[in-house]
């Protein structure tokens, strides 16, 4: 995992990316149907066939507002849950975003991508018996839809939603749901793109004349710019391919910048298709 700090400029907004830890998971059902013969010559596996995970979060500074996309994996895990998924004891959310200069009372707005623990675990935070936003002025967004999925508690999927992460922001007034695409902040929009579940988004800047777009896990890695590259949670997988050819068709055209949820080192990437491959043009880490 990397700590030292990565950053992007688009026009006049910056964009930071960081790892609120990491943890690793199986490389099978990272990867899907693709054989492990292909996608291990980028995710080295260990001996029990896990791949590292970034928990990767990115703060955006426009003019007028500072922005949290995705909170990562809190800290609520048992010895059990952090040994199955080779995970140190992680750090707090607010002291990740202290050692990287950003004081948590900064913050006005974050979006979580959707409510899996993953990426909305460090959403709140255990004071005097209670939990309350991580980020005590912030607004967050979710859509409505992935709200109202968590609350069901499919067999599927229950184990990706914990009530801690979202519920007390509900409470507080805090957790705004939105339906469908819009423009969150002027230059910062988010976008449904069904596949990994029904309401998960991806988040896009544009400034000047450039364009960057946080996959989130509609390609949990940057090897899974490959369209039919499709993790083995996703729901519904024919659409996580149709949301790729569309929206990396676009970025390959455009120049646009792509950061992913998962990637434990690289930060940010340009992308290429030719002939049916795909590839990263240019990378940062
Ligand atoms: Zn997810």
Same mark, same amino acid.
């Given at each position: 995992m990397s700590s030292h700090l990565t950053a992007l400029t688009i026009g006049d907004t910056r964009i930071t990316l960081l790892r609120?830890?990491?943890?690793?998971?199986?490389?099978?059902a990272m990867f899907g149907v693709v054989p492990r013969s292909l996608w291990g010559k980028t995710h080295q596996p260990d001996e029990q066939?896990?791949?590292?995970?970034?928990?990767?979060?990115?703060?955006?500074?426009?003019?007028?507002?500072?922005?949290?996309?995705?909170?990562?994996?809190?800290?609520?895990?048992d010895e059990r849950a952090r040994e199955r998924q080779k995970m140190p004891q992680p750090p707090q959310l607010r002291e990740v975003l202290a050692a990287a200069g950003f004081e948590p009372e900064?913050?006005?707005?974050?979006?979580n991508t959707h409510l899996h623990w993953d990426h909305c675990g460090g959403n709140t935070v255990d004071e005097n018996g209670r939990a309350v936003a991580s980020l005590p002025h912030a607004r967050y967004f979710?859509?409505?839809?992935?709200?109202?999925?968590a609350r069901e508690q499919h067999p599927r999927d229950a184990v990706s939603y914990r009530a801690i992460n979202y519920e007390p922001l509900l409470e507080a007034g805090q957790l705004h749901l939105i339906e469908g695409d819009r423009e969150i902040v002027p230059g910062v929009a988010v976008r449904v793109a069904p596949g990994h579940n029904r309401d998960?988004?991806?988040?896009?800047?544009?400034?000047g004349h450039d364009t960057w777009c946080h996959a989130a896990d509609l390609a +949990?890695?940057?090897?899974?710019?490959? +369209?039919?590259?499709?993790?083995?949670?996703?729901?519904?997988?024919?659409?996580?391919i149709a949301q790729k050819?569309?929206?990396?068709?676009?970025?390959?055209?455009?120049?646009?910048?792509?950061s992913f949820a998962h990637e434990p080192r690289l930060a940010f990437a340009k992308i290429e298709t030719r002939e049916g491959k795909w590839r990263t043009t240019e990378t940062r880490a």
């Open positions: 609120a830890g990491a943890y690793w998971w199986d490389g099978g066939n896990r791949i590292e995970c970034g928990l990767n979060c990115c703060v955006v500074e426009t003019a007028d507002h500072r922005i949290l996309i995705d909170t990562g994996g809190g800290v609520r895990f900064t913050f006005d707005t974050v979006i979710v859509q409505r839809g992935e709200l109202l999925h998960m988004m991806v988040v896009l800047v544009r400034s +949990p890695f940057a090897a899974q710019i490959t +369209p039919t590259w499709v993790a083995g949670f996703d729901l519904y997988p024919m659409e996580t050819q569309e929206l990396f068709s676009r970025a390959a055209a455009e120049g646009w910048w792509l």
